[in-house]
């Protein structure tokens, strides 16, 4: 019997050395590649902004946060980064904005000017059904059937046309992801205008210049 318990403890002792090797070893991976993940959203974002504001020369001039409820009451947070030309000239702004999809979050980069006419969209994370997102990141483009380029939220109803009573068309067969892509540029456009003249929070002039 003591055997047996010789056993037990030692086995015990050898899975918890595993346990702890394997969590020390999966530590220094993730330590390993946290920095060329950040570095490769940095300039994901960076290409996103320059898609959006459908310029290359520019310059974030000032980065805000503002924190607004959605319909339920949930805090959300929107970045805002205030845009200008090489000669310092205002451009608009690039708009962070999340709401949920149909399968998770939806984060969405929009692109307005100065009057808050809608100049570009890009997605930067989703968690919808494969095939689903890169739909999303296409339909709504000029052109194309949901087009929104060149709207503007208060002068046009962006919303569904089925439903909705709104001026654009839904994916097929995808409403909710649709409604949700929709929402996000509507509380984009609320928080760029929601935007203090005076809220700069610790940014720094940074060219997006690669």
């Known amino acids: 019997m003591k055997k047996l318990e010789s056993s037990l403890t030692n086995m015990a002792l050898v899975l918890t050395g595993v346990a702890v090797i394997m969590g020390g070893i999966l530590a220094f991976v993730n330590h390993l590649t946290e920095g060329p993940i950040n570095e490769q959203k ?17 310059v974030v001039a000032k980065t805000d946060t503002v924190k607004q409820n959605d319909a339920k009451g949930k805090e959300l947070t929107y970045i805002i980064y205030q845009i200008q030309d090489a000669q310092k000239k205002d451009l608009g702004a690039a708009v962070e904005s999340i ?24 997605l930067l994370e989703h968690a919808e059904t494969p095939g689903l997102g890169a739909k999303a990141d296409k339909w709504f483009q000029k052109g194309e059937k949901g087009d929104i380029i060149g709207k503007h939220p208060e002068k046009n109803s962006i919303g569904v046309t089925k439903g909705d009573e709104g001026e654009i ?42």
């Open 99 to 122: 709401t949920g999809g149909f399968g998770g979050d939806l984060k969405v980069l929009v692109g307005f000017d100065p009057e808050g006419t809608i100049l570009g969209y890009t």
């Open 42 to 58: 940095t300039k994901a974002l960076a290409d996103g902004i320059k898609t959006v504001m459908v310029c290359d020369d520019l």
């Open 169 to 210: 068309d839904a994916i097929t067969a995808s409403t909710i992801t649709s409604r949700a892509f929709l929402l996000a540029i509507n509380n984009a456009y609320k928080a760029y205008k929601a935007t203090p003249a005076d809220a700069a929070t610790g940014a720094t002039e940074q060219n997006k210049e690669e």
